[in-house]
């Protein structure tokens, strides 16, 4: 199936999970039960979708690695993640005004009701005939479109590098599902006289030019001389390092400006991660990036299950919000350490005898 093609079935089921559970982004209960089964059917319902629609980035990955060439891909794929950002605003946004006047049910049907719009302007005007045709007989046919090609898979996983950059991966996930889930309980809970819309818009309006920023700032630096991967674990610490002084910030302040402000800055520092770790598994394995992208994808939303129930276990047992933050800073440093000792850029998909020196 092309990556076109892909890209469109994904939308789909990411709006049943929606319309059915809810999405992470929308207000989250009190974290007061939560280690409870509820919870862990909660958190489990609410990932289960970014599993269903995780074929999204592994196409986009693949899609960038073949057609945009190495010093365009950072800005190109940061263009690109702002529109997840901008997602992210909208629906929360909205959403916090739709909670306060409709009832919680109305975020998710606005949510859902979006996802159809957008599926139904990509199938008018953005997805060919001919990729819609195959898409459709490999579903109802079970039938191979085009011979799958052969990845080597003993070859990459003998490289330190692809496991520094599944690592980086994870972490980068893991601390960025922890933020958005409890970040909107963690303002209710701290400042319970804030106003949903701010908390819920500011550290993703700020988000959307700060991913195409990183991107742009990564390919500048490449053209101007420097070496690929000195770029990209640049933009790691700026997306796990950085990142993470702000949201430890987060668990010292009894300010609520200071802590929008903190926490704008982590989700804003965040984004560079998509110039770093994101564009590298394509420096890595251009051939096979989907594939890659795809084991470092599932090892990320694995982790970010994990550490959002751990997140929640970790308040009812201390009571205190500092944990979380602290726990976020452990992960991505984590991480951002794997990176930088371990990480290269030289492709590591060609054959020992073509493998770039």
Same mark, same amino acid.
């Given at each position: 199936?092309?990556?076109?093609?892909?890209?469109?079935?994904?939308?789909?089921?990411?709006?049943?999970?929606?319309?059915?559970?809810?999405?992470?982004?929308?207000?989250?209960?009190?974290?007061?039960?939560? @280690?409870? @089964?509820?919870?862990?059917?909660?958190?489990?319902?609410?990932?289960?979708?970014?599993?269903?629609?995780?074929?999204?980035?592994?196409?986009?990955?693949?899609?960038?690695?073949?057609?945009?060439?190495?010093?365009?891909?950072?800005?190109?794929?940061?263009?690109?993640?702002?529109?997840?950002?901008?997602?992210?605003?909208?629906?929360?946004?909205?959403?916090?005004?739709?909670?306060?006047?409709?009832?919680?049910?109305?975020?998710?049907?606005?949510?859902?009701?979006?996802?159809?719009?957008?599926?139904?302007?990509?199938?008018?005007?953005?997805?060919?005939?001919?990729?819609?045709?195959?898409?459709?007989?490999?579903?109802?046919?079970?039938?191979?479109?085009?011979? @799958?090609?052969?990845? @080597?898979?003993?070859?990459?996983?003998?490289?330190?590098?692809?496991?520094?950059?599944?690592?980086?991966?994870?972490?980068?996930?893991?601390?960025?599902?922890?933020?958005?889930?409890?970040?909107?309980?963690?303002?209710?809970?701290?400042?319970?006289?804030?106003?949903?819309?701010?908390?819920?818009?500011?550290?993703?309006?700020?988000?959307?030019?700060?991913?195409?920023?990183?991107?742009?700032?990564?390919?500048?630096?490449?053209?101007?001389?420097?070496?690929?991967?000195?770029?990209?674990?640049?933009?790691?610490?700026?997306?796990?390092?950085?990142?993470?002084?702000?949201?430890?910030?987060?668990?010292?302040?009894?300010?609520?400006?200071?802590? !929008? !402000?903190?926490?704008?800055?982590?989700?804003?520092?965040?984004?560079?991660?998509?110039? *770093?770790?994101?564009?590298?598994?394509?420096?890595?394995?251009?051939?096979?990036?989907?594939?890659?992208?795809?084991?470092?994808?599932?090892?990320?939303?694995?982790?970010?299950?994990?550490?959002?129930?751990?997140?929640?276990?970790?308040?009812?047992?201390?009571?205190?919000?500092?944990?979380?933050?602290?726990?976020?800073?452990?992960?991505?440093?984590? *991480?951002?350490?794997?990176?930088?000792?371990?990480?290269?850029?030289?492709?590591?998909?060609?054959?020992?005898?073509?493998?770039?020196?």
């Amino acid at each position: 199936m092309s990556p076109k093609a892909q890209l469109f079935w994904s939308l789909q089921p990411s709006e049943v999970m929606e319309r059915r559970h809810g999405h992470p982004l929308d207000s989250q209960p009190e974290p007061k039960r939560c @280690p409870g @089964p509820h919870w862990l059917s909660l958190g489990t319902q609410q990932h289960h979708s970014l599993f269903i629609s995780g074929v999204y980035f592994p196409a986009l990955a693949s899609l960038l690695s073949q057609r945009v060439p190495e010093r365009e891909r950072a800005f190109t794929y940061g263009t690109v993640g702002a529109g997840s950002q901008f997602g992210t605003l909208v629906t929360g946004g909205i959403g916090s005004v739709l909670l306060d006047w409709c009832g919680w049910q109305s975020v998710f049907y606005f949510s859902g009701g979006l996802t159809l719009l957008w599926v139904y302007y990509v199938y008018r005007y953005l997805l060919n005939e001919k990729d819609l045709d195959l898409a459709l007989d490999v579903l109802t046919q079970d039938l191979p479109m085009v011979r @799958p090609s052969r990845v @080597p898979w003993r070859q990459l996983f003998r490289k330190p590098s692809v496991w520094a950059a599944i690592c980086s991966q994870l972490s980068s996930a893991c601390s960025f599902f922890i933020l958005l889930s409890w970040l909107p309980t963690f303002f209710k809970e701290t400042f319970p006289h804030s106003k949903g819309w701010v908390f819920n818009v500011v550290p993703w309006l700020l988000a959307i030019p700060a991913s195409p920023f990183s991107g742009f700032l990564s390919d500048r630096l490449i053209s101007q001389g420097y070496r690929v991967i000195t770029v990209r674990k640049f933009m790691q610490v700026m997306g796990l390092g950085l990142s993470s002084i702000f949201a430890l910030c987060l668990g010292h302040t009894t300010s609520f400006l200071k802590a !929008v !402000v903190f926490a704008s800055a982590s989700i804003g520092l965040q984004t560079f991660n998509q110039s *770093g770790i994101s564009v590298n598994i394509q420096d890595l394995a251009p051939s096979c990036a989907g594939f890659l992208f795809g084991v470092a994808n599932t090892a990320g939303a694995l982790a970010g299950v994990i550490g959002v129930y751990l997140s929640g276990y970790l308040i009812e047992a201390t009571g205190s919000w500092t944990c979380i933050f602290d726990l976020v800073a452990i992960i991505s440093n984590l *991480g951002l350490g794997t990176f930088l000792v371990f990480g290269k850029a030289q492709r590591v998909d060609l054959t020992p005898d073509h493998e770039d020196l």
